[in-house]
């Protein structure tokens, strides 16, 4: 009987080589594990930055507006909200679907994005003692936010400070 080598063809120990090769390169880690793993390491630090953001340019925005209608004056606003908000990813079936930016990295596709629910608004102005000025900032809150009546206050800003 002759020894394995012999039996063998010098094309065949070429494709068991570069078979055996190739196992070796599929085997091998790969590093894109190392990166998905830093991108969600650092989206709860993105997502809470952008709620902040968020609360601040919606309470900025509604002292704005607030400021402007006649008898109300300078103003300060404190929003509070209920939850974080809801982002909803899209699925299609079981799978959750991705989507590619340019450097090809996977983001999950969201279909919605809910914002967080108010839950209060305090309101303080120059013109807080009048309760015309009072009602008006009362029903602006309202229809803006879908916020309740008694979830709404309003006070008399202290002047000379």
């Known amino acids: 009987m ?3 080598p012999e039996m063998l ?14 196992l070796l390169i599929i085997a091998m880690p790969v590093k894109k594990k190392d990166t998905e793993e ?4 650092s989206t709860p630090t993105s ?10 340019q919606l309470q900025d925005r509604l002292k704005e507006v607030l400021a402007e209608v006649k ?4 103003t300060d606003v404190f ?8 982002k909803v990813v899209e699925k ?5 679907v991705y989507s590619k930016d340019s450097k090809g990295n996977q983001e999950p596709y969201l279909s919605n ?19 015309h000025v009072i009602q008006n900032i009362q029903e602006a809150v309202q229809a803006l936010f879908q916020v309740e009546a008694h979830k709404i206050k309003v006070m008399k800003m202290v002047t000379g400070r």
């Open 113 to 131: 994005e809910r914002y967080p629910k108010i839950s209060g608004v305090v309101v303080v102005a120059e013109g807080g003692e009048d309760p």
């Open 47 to 56: 997502e809470t930055s952008q709620r902040a953001n968020y609360e601040d």
């Open 38 to 41: 830093q991108t969600q390491k």
């Open 9 to 22: 063809k010098k094309e065949q120990i070429v494709v068991v080589l570069l078979a055996g090769i190739l």
């Open 79 to 86: 929003v509070t909200f209920e939850d974080t908000g809801e």
């Open 92 to 96: 299609d079936g079981t799978d959750t």
């Open 2 to 4: 002759k020894p394995f």
């Open 71 to 74: 008898g109300i004056g300078k």
